[in-house]
């Protein structure tokens, strides 16, 4: 099946469960025609499909409680109820049980192909295998020894990162902190509104509740399309205050494999299970993820890394990731004896062939323009 047959299929099951954005699905596949990796990260649905087909060994393998969407870009910082700063996983709209190996071909296969970006070579690592054995070397200790990642007293380095964020950039100069507020000051007003999604809003808020405008921003790319409304709060105790629901459905990876009519939501249940220090402003209600924004709360993009950070950092990705799998007892000793049964080039092999096939499904959507 060609990648176009896919999109088409997939979005009008997508337009079944969600109030599509039209305007926003075309600036979507405008985006994914940017490079490769914008690719990847808008099509976990056509992943998914190509997973089935050409990854049967790797499909086998033991299952866990998965991100599914899992790329370089889906990690960030939050605030936990402590109020330190947090780092980890920042996305689970596709969240679902799979093959655990699922989502460490495809962080893999996002490394590679952020790595061929010229504008993007942000990491220190520059071979297939140094990409794939830092991430295997952090998931396997991460299922040996768990632990969420606090940007307190310890990961000195992901602090600075973080630090790094806020430093003007050399294309406009401005810092995160200011791209934030001016960002956040000129959303354009929200327009059908549903009184669900104002009481989800409203109920977000710390009390006293703030005087709050609803806008429409248009963020991240896997979910382009979908309904997202933001309220922000220019003014409460001298700061300003922003919290955001986005619309979600049943993962692409369920529709893939015929599964599509089901309904569960696996949000909720995978933020509870990971072992991360929670951030207590993420929820979600009926179809609805709700969360803080602030400038220091959200993914860290492959801008905001410095150049000596490339195998701590993906060594970093692959334990957060068995954080997030959170694997025990059986399940945890099941994935470890296939872990090693599995040739030491396994990973490498597959994230080439898949982005070899993601290649492919990429020039056909330049070609079509």
Same mark, same amino acid.
Request: proline share 5%; glycine share 8%.
């Given at each position: 099946?060609s990648? %176009?047959?896919?999109? =088409?299929?997939? !979005? +009008?099951?997508?337009?079944?469960? *969600?109030?599509?954005?039209?305007?926003? /699905?075309?600036?979507?596949?405008?985006?994914?025609?940017e490079?490769?990796?914008?690719?990847?990260?808008?099509?976990?649905?056509r992943?998914?499909?190509?997973?089935?087909k050409?990854?049967p060994?790797?499909?086998?393998?033991?299952?866990?409680?998965g991100?599914?969407?899992?790329?370089?870009?889906?990690?960030?910082?939050?605030?936990?109820?402590?109020?330190?700063?947090?780092?980890?996983?920042?996305?689970?709209?596709?969240?679902?049980?799979?093959?655990?190996?699922?989502?460490?071909?495809?962080?893999?296969?996002?490394?590679?192909?952020?790595?061929?970006?010229?504008?993007?070579?942000?990491l220190?690592?520059?071979?297939?295998?140094?990409?794939?054995?830092?991430?295997? %070397?952090?998931?396997? =200790?991460?299922? !040996? +020894?768990?632990?969420?990642?606090? *940007?307190?007293?310890?990961?000195?380095? /992901?602090?600075?990162i973080?630090?790094?964020?806020?430093?003007?950039?050399?294309?406009d100069?401005?810092?995160?902190?200011t791209?934030?507020?001016?960002?956040?000051?000129?959303?354009?007003?929200?327009?059908?509104?549903?009184?669900?999604?104002?009481?989800?809003?409203?109920?977000?808020?710390?009390?006293?509740?703030?005087?709050?405008?609803?806008?429409?921003r248009?963020?991240?790319?896997?979910?382009l399309?979908?309904?997202?409304?933001?309220?922000?709060?220019?003014?409460?105790?001298?700061?300003?205050l922003v919290?955001?629901?986005?619309?979600?459905?049943?993962?692409?990876?369920?529709?893939?494999?015929?599964?599509?009519?089901?309904?569960?939501?696996?949000?909720?249940?995978?933020?509870?299970?990971a072992?991360?220090?929670?951030?207590?402003?993420?929820?979600?209600?009926?179809?609805?993820?709700?969360?803080?924004?602030?400038?220091?709360?959200?993914?860290?993009?492959?801008?905001?890394?410095?150049?000596?950070?490339?195998?701590?950092?993906?060594?970093?990705?692959?334990?957060?990731?068995?954080?997030?799998?959170?694997?025990?007892?059986?399940?945890?000793?099941?994935?470890?004896?296939?872990?090693?049964?599995?040739?030491?080039?396994?990973?490498?092999?597959?994230?080439?062939e898949?982005?070899?096939?993601?290649?492919?499904?990429?020039?056909?959507?330049?070609?079509?323009?």
């Amino acid at each position: 099946m060609s990648f %176009a047959t896919t999109t =088409e299929r997939y !979005e +009008h099951w997508l337009d079944a469960k *969600l109030d599509i954005n039209r305007d926003e /699905l075309k600036e979507k596949r405008r985006r994914m025609q940017e490079d490769e990796h914008s690719f990847l990260r808008g099509t976990f649905y056509r992943w998914a499909v190509l997973w089935q087909k050409h990854c049967p060994e790797c499909d086998r393998a033991p299952s866990v409680l998965g991100v599914g969407d899992l790329h370089v870009e889906n990690f960030g910082t939050w605030r936990d109820a402590d109020g330190r700063l947090a780092w980890g996983v920042n996305d689970f709209d596709e969240a679902c049980t799979l093959p655990y190996t699922n989502d460490l071909v495809r962080l893999a296969t996002s490394a590679i192909l952020a790595l061929s970006e010229a504008n993007r070579r942000k990491l220190t690592v520059r071979t297939t295998e140094e990409i794939c054995n830092s991430i295997l %070397a952090g998931y396997r =200790e991460g299922l !040996e +020894h768990p632990e969420p990642f606090v *940007l307190a007293e310890r990961h000195a380095w /992901l602090r600075h990162i973080v630090a790094a964020m806020f430093e003007p950039k050399n294309g406009d100069g401005k810092s995160r902190y200011t791209r934030f507020i001016e960002q956040m000051s000129s959303l354009p007003p929200a327009t059908r509104v549903k009184g669900e999604v104002a009481e989800i809003l409203r109920d977000a808020f710390p009390r006293p509740i703030p005087v709050y405008a609803l806008g429409h921003r248009s963020a991240g790319l896997g979910s382009l399309g979908r309904q997202r409304f933001t309220a922000v709060a220019n003014d409460w105790y001298g700061g300003i205050l922003v919290r955001e629901v986005k619309a979600v459905t049943t993962s692409s990876w369920l529709w893939a494999l015929g599964q599509g009519s089901q309904t569960t939501i696996h949000y909720n249940r995978i933020i509870k299970a990971a072992l991360r220090a929670p951030d207590p402003t993420l929820q979600v209600r009926g179809g609805w993820v709700i969360r803080r924004l602030a400038p220091d709360v959200g993914k860290v993009e492959l801008q905001d890394m410095p150049l000596d950070t490339g195998e701590d950092l993906l060594r970093a990705m692959g334990k957060e990731t068995a954080n997030v799998h959170a694997p025990t007892g059986e399940s945890l000793k099941a994935v470890l004896k296939d872990l090693d049964q599995r040739p030491p080039t396994w990973l490498a092999d597959v994230a080439v062939e898949m982005r070899q096939r993601i290649r492919k499904d990429w020039e056909e959507l330049k070609d079509a323009g």
